[in-house]
């Protein structure tokens, strides 16, 4: 498993992978989420993690849709042929 994570990292946006993998302190956007919250550093961390699953649901969605679309439109295509 390591090996396929070293391959990945290597080969497709380091920076990106290295910014995902930034321990809480270091990064910034969930430095400003903690910044803005109340409350426990383990109720902090939570609300850090909802954030995020917010916003990766938020881009699946969209993917989908625009999946969807683009299939929609090769359907269309190929019985107006």
């Not at 090996?3 to 290597?10: E, H, L, V």
């Amino acid at each position: 498993m390591a090996g396929w994570w070293s391959n990945f990292k290597a080969g497709f946006g380091t920076k990106a992978v290295e910014a995902m993998e930034r321990p809480l302190e270091e990064n910034p956007v969930d430095r400003v989420i903690v910044e803005k919250l109340p409350g426990a550093e383990h109720e902090q961390v939570n609300k850090v993690y909802e954030a995020r699953w917010v916003w990766y649901h938020t881009i699946l969605a969209l993917e989908l849709f625009f999946t969807n679309v683009f299939l929609f439109i090769l359907i269309i295509i190929t019985l107006v042929k």
